[in-house]
């Protein structure tokens, strides 16, 4: 036992690059949570344009649990990078509060809605249902633009950029996901929006990158590394390919293609801050990582854990994968 231990804190597991890993593991669950939520929230914002009382309650359904990636994202941090998540979550408590606030508001609120027939009742906590669902991401973006430029202030103007392009994002996702389990109910009225969502997302990323131009301390030479210039055409490519996809009703298309916008802004977010992986400290990946020991054994309980969760999630949506009507939810 004692050899076994010795070994594992003698150096990284199998010589991998474990900080930079983590790191990116770090990355790529905060942009599951965003893609798999960010379509229940897109799918409460566009509640807000509903008319139709059969079209609205068609919508309540999409409230999942997709709320656990933020979980595990927040669990990640704190084991890989315990000083980041310290120091982020103290600068930015008003946030991250306002998050939680959302979350729990956009939870309650479908269920909150079924419960009385009443206009005013029902009016009530579809506004809520809808603020709960565009305060959620927009916060989380603000939270990601300060992450990334390195403030310690909540409020910002990259932070509500961010916030924007992030709420645009999960409309887009939210209407291809709409268009896949409504499929009779509200094509036109989600095919529009999510057109207008994908520009105004696309138009959101062009003023990001021209904020964080000033902002960041690399600048333009940051923005303009061939990783970056190539995600950026990639998602220019994927916003037309979802609008096709859209139009033509190839609504599988469509969602794969926001799911392609959606990591790759969080890979061009990871990109740009790497090496630091918090700014506002000074604080680099390989100088903010958990000692070899407790690093090693994490690594092999994420290679066992997180497998079984993508096939729980794959089951799960696997099992709920047709169309869903408003006399329905999971």
Known sequence: MTSAVDALAAGPLLGLPLPELWFALVFAILGTFLFLDGFDFGAGAIFATLREDEAREAVLPFWDGNEVWLVVFGGALFAAFPSVYAGLFSRHYLLMFGILGALILRGLAPEMYEQRHDERWQRWWGRSFV???????FLLGAFAGNWLVGTSRSFTVIGVVVGI??????????????????????????????????????????VTLGVLAVRLPAGVDALLSAPVLALVAGSVALGVGYGVALRRGSNVLALTAAAGLTYGLITVVAILMYPSIDPAAGLTVRGAIVSTLPLNLMSIGAALLLPLIATYFAVLYSAFSGPVTADEAY
């Open 131 to 137: 603020a709960g669902s565009v305060l959620a991401p």
């Open 165 to 206: 392009t992030v709420t645009a994002l999960t409309v887009v996702s939210g209407a291809a996901f709409l268009r896949l389990k409504t499929r009779d109910a509200l094509p036109k009225t989600v095919t529009r929006i999510g057109l207008w969502a994908v520009g105004a997302y696309l138009l959101a990323v062009v």
